[in-house]
């Protein structure tokens, strides 16, 4: 990016971020003795591709979880878009623009594609109990709900299932009517759970196409991944968690050459093959 | 009995008051469990407050529609009684605290200290004289049907008509919610309530306003059957009757507009007629004989059901298909 709005920050665990949407400070979870999230301080910029890497049991979904509203933290405040949101449920979380994916896709099987869609939209007036009954209040807002899930239907390569039950869709295309459904939330910050894992090489192009296409849109996105390729391909920022904690940020290549990092990530020296370069 | 009489007779049942007050009773069980996935296992404590509610009212010498009010209130509060605590947990604890209250409820009802109020283990009769259910009744004396067997006396008929209205109000009611986006929350959270929740649903009030309005159902259909046998009494709010309920859901098509009619009309078709077709063969069947034979020949039926068309009566296999991921 020409403008990189971190590029004059330092690469170090916990440093201040310029315009930061989300900011965590001393969070903890633990299980029975077990500590499996305690991370002091931690920003995430606005409008950039932050990605959060570590190795397995590193905390990185427990923390994810905590910070989403789906787990409770033991102790740490946090804020998103400059309100405190520790202890906030996560349905009012995503209304306050937090939407996240999972990692073993949640998408509704016995929904059609375009019902998975739709359920996403904010605000519907027809979600009343009482003004559910009385099509005239909602139906207006339903047609606008539809144009804008198929439109984005159409930007997924989607918009041919639109019909058809969501259960028929491949691994692949379940991961992307995922992604496609949190931007019906018209979200601020896009949180996604290894959006690649268990998907073929070519839709992983694809998919990062469309992450990219969030951050060029002016949505923020954190997201967890294993893959070192893909995350030093789209990363803005890398965070890295080992044992709970923050153990390194910066950009890509500052993480690639970071030793704590190849040290916890990788047990060994991984020499060129985890590099920014790779492609 | 031949075995038109037979045949007749059954359908009556089935067309007749017996089929109508299942058939709604089932359409709050199908909101709750077919349409939002919870397990309602003490539907029968929603019906015993709507008859115990027009009971009551008859007793002190109130109106009908006190009565309605009282019974409708009742299940609301107890829907939301149960609901609040066990909505937040997992689906199991919603099953174990309302098969429990049920039968609390019918226990209490049944125990003497309750007398001035429930009329304890006697109950309270008299219903229809003292809240003038058959007054309106425009029906002249007589009967009406065809041949000798399908017949319906003026007051069954009455019965019937009231009831199978109610199913009709009630079911478009049901229909238009659950074409309505709020219905298609609680579809999302049928299948997967974290889902809905990442996308900004308050699950735990959908579910609480789908088990009380399930629950409201309910107690109308139960105000209907204390109106229609003119008694309550605590003997006939048993699971078992909860059990039938479910039967007629997954029967008719759990999740389905119309699934809780076909079921009712169908349960008591066939409940009846192999009752009748077993006092009509060339031996000699006792009733507790005749009624373990219906029961174990229902049991059956459903587990055919289950592997030949598992998705009920009306409910579509493709969907079916979909939920086993």
Not at chain 1, 127 to 152: I, M, P, Y
Not at chain 2, 221 to 238: H, K, M, T
Request: proline share 4%; with cysteine.
């Amino acid at each position: 990016m020409a403008d990189d709005p971190l590029a004059s920050v330092e690469p170090r665990a916990g440093v201040p971020k310029p315009d930061p949407i989300l900011v965590v400070d001393g969070v903890q979870r633990r299980y029975g003795g077990l500590v499996a999230v305690d991370v002091d301080h931690l920003e995430v910029q606005r409008g950039v591709i932050t990605s959060l890497i570590g190795p397995n049991g590193a905390g990185k979904t427990t923390f994810f979880n905590l910070l989403c509203g789906f787990d409770k933290p033991d102790a740490g405040r946090w804020t998103f878009r400059g309100d405190h949101v520790e202890g906030t449920s996560p349905h009012v979380l995503a209304r306050k623009g937090m939407v996240r994916t999972f990692q073993l896709t949640k998408t509704l099987g016995r929904m059609t594609v375009l019902d998975n869609m739709l359920l996403a939209g904010r605000d519907q007036r027809g979600e009343s109990a009482v003004r559910g009954l009385v099509r005239g209040t909602w139906k207006g807002q339903e047609a606008e709900l539809e144009a804008k899930a198929h439109d984005l239907l159409v930007r997924f390569k989607l918009d041919a299932k639109a019909g058809d039950y969501a259960a028929g869709l491949s691994g692949g295309q379940r991961k992307l009517l995922e992604m496609a459904r949190a931007l019906m939330t018209d979200p601020a910050l896009v949180m996604l759970d290894e959006p690649m894992a268990g998907v073929n090489p070519a839709l992983t192009q694809s998919l990062l196409g469309h992450v990219t296409a969030l951050r060029d849109e002016g949505m923020s996105v954190l997201f967890v991944e294993h893959d070192m390729d893909v995350i030093m391909t789209i990363s803005d920022w890398v965070v890295c968690m080992a044992e709970g904690r923050v153990i390194a940020e910066g950009r890509p290549a500052d993480i690639a050459g970071n030793a704590e990092v190849i040290e916890a990530y990788l047990g060994i020296d991984h020499g060129g093959s985890v590099s920014g370069e790779i492609r | 009995m031949s075995w038109i009489s037979v045949f007749a007779l059954a359908l009556q049942t089935a067309v007749g008051f017996q089929g109508a007050s299942y058939a709604l009773a089932a359409t709050g069980l199908n909101l709750q469990f077919g349409y939002t996935g919870l397990s309602n296992f003490g539907h029968v404590g929603f019906l015993m407050m709507g008859a115990y509610g027009m009971a009551i009212a008859s007793d002190r010498g109130w109106s009908i529609w006190v009565g309605l009010a009282l019974g409708i209130g009742a299940a609301v509060l107890l829907g939301l009684a149960l609901g609040i605590p066990t909505l937040r947990l997992r689906a199991d604890y919603l099953s174990v605290v309302t098969i429990a209250t049920a039968e609390i409820l019918r226990l209490v009802a049944n125990a003497r200290p309750s007398a001035p109020v429930t009329g304890a283990s006697r109950g309270i009769g008299g219903l229809s004289e003292s809240l003038g259910f058959f007054r309106p009744n425009f029906f002249p004396e007589g009967k009406y049907g065809i041949g000798n067997s399908f017949l319906f006396s003026s007051r069954q008929l009455w019965s019937m008509v009231v009831a199978w209205s109610c199913v009709l109000v009630v079911t478009l009611l049901v229909r238009a919610w659950v074409r309505s986006p709020w219905g298609r929350v609680l579809r999302a959270i049928r299948e997967d309530e974290d889902a809905a929740r990442a996308l900004g649903k308050n699950v735990v009030v959908f579910k609480l306003q789908s088990f009380v309005i399930g629950g409201s159902i309910g107690a109308l259909a139960g105000a209907l059957i204390a109106l229609d046998a003119g008694s309550v009494n605590p003997g006939r709010w048993i699971a078992p009757l909860t059990f039938a309920l479910y039967t007629v859901v997954i029967l008719g098509g759990a999740g389905t507009v119309w699934g809780p009619v076909v079921g009712a009309v169908t349960y008591w078709f066939l409940l009846d007629f192999v009752d009748g077709a077993l006092n009509n063969l060339w031996f000699d069947v006792s009733d507790t004989t005749a009624g373990a034979v219906r029961l174990a020949l229902m049991g059956v039926g459903l587990m055919l059901l289950m592997i030949y068309r598992p998705q009920g009566i009306l409910g579509s296999k493709e969907e079916m298909l979909a939920s086993g991921r």
